[in-house]
């Protein structure tokens, strides 16, 4: 009896388990178009397709290929995405962000400095800010605006801001300490 009832636990979780990756894939592949498509950027070349974008359409939850190997936080410009990526390769968190006005060229970077609350180039406060690069003396980095917002950015402003909700913000915050690796991919 006890291997019978022991099975049907086994069973009810897998399919627990199932539905919620469902689900957890269903919820990724309806993002608004909104966080999906790149706002015009005259301050950067418009970022090409590529293997990379067309496979990270594909599987959302999946790290873009060409991303780099082992401990890592991928942004890819097109989709507008993040993906925190463990030491196995392994996603632990993927997520939709808002792109500021000035964009990082791809590649390979690390965190140069961080800091846990500020008022941002736009006026915004924000908290949980990872930077990571500049460009054209803009310093380009992660943050969460304390008010929850990510709205489009002003193209008449020049920022560096990659908005992103607060909850994605404290796991960027906990996940990339100073001098993580953070690989740009079109």
Same mark, same amino acid.
């Given at each position: 009896?006890? #291997?019978?009832?022991?099975?049907?636990?086994?069973?009810?979780?897998?399919?627990?388990?199932?539905?919620?990756?469902?689900?957890?894939?269903?919820?990724?592949?309806?993002?608004?178009?909104?966080?999906?498509?790149?706002?015009?950027?005259?301050?950067?070349?418009?970022?090409?397709?590529?293997?990379?974008?067309?496979?990270?359409? !594909?599987?959302?939850?999946?790290?873009?290929?060409?991303?780099?190997?082992?401990?890592?936080?991928?942004?890819?410009?097109?989709?507008?995405?993040?993906?925190?990526?463990?030491?196995?390769?392994?996603?632990?968190?993927?997520?939709?962000?808002?792109?500021?006005?000035?964009?990082?060229?791809?590649? %390979?970077?690390?965190?140069?400095? #961080?800091?846990?609350?500020?008022?941002?180039?736009?006026?915004?406060?924000?908290?949980?800010?990872?930077?990571?690069?500049?460009?054209?003396?803009?310093?380009?980095?992660?943050?969460?605006?304390?008010?929850?917002?990510?709205?489009?950015?002003?193209?008449?402003? #020049? %920022?560096?801001?990659? #908005?992103? !909700?607060?909850?994605?913000?404290?796991?960027?915050?906990?996940?990339?300490?100073?001098?993580? !690796?953070?690989?740009?991919?079109?």
């Amino acid at each position: 009896m006890a #291997r019978s009832s022991s099975g049907a636990v086994a069973g009810l979780t897998a399919v627990a388990l199932a539905v919620v990756a469902f689900l957890a894939y269903q919820a990724s592949a309806h993002v608004p178009a909104a966080l999906k498509e790149p706002a015009a950027v005259p301050s950067a070349p418009a970022p090409s397709g590529g293997a990379a974008a067309d496979q990270s359409r !594909k599987e959302p939850l999946a790290a873009p290929r060409g991303s780099g190997r082992g401990l890592r936080v991928v942004y890819a410009l097109t989709d507008r995405r993040v993906w925190l990526v463990d030491e196995a390769g392994q996603v632990t968190r993927t997520f939709g962000v808002m792109p500021s006005s000035v964009n990082p060229r791809p590649g %390979t970077y690390s965190v140069t400095s #961080r800091s846990g609350r500020i008022t941002g180039s736009d006026g915004v406060r924000i908290e949980h800010v990872v930077r990571f690069t500049s460009v054209d003396n803009v310093n380009i980095g992660f943050s969460s605006a304390v008010d929850g917002s990510m709205p489009e950015p002003d193209p008449q402003l #020049r %920022t560096g801001g990659v #908005r992103m !909700k607060r909850a994605d913000g404290d796991a960027m915050w906990a996940f990339a300490t100073i001098g993580s !690796k953070i690989v740009v991919v079109p």
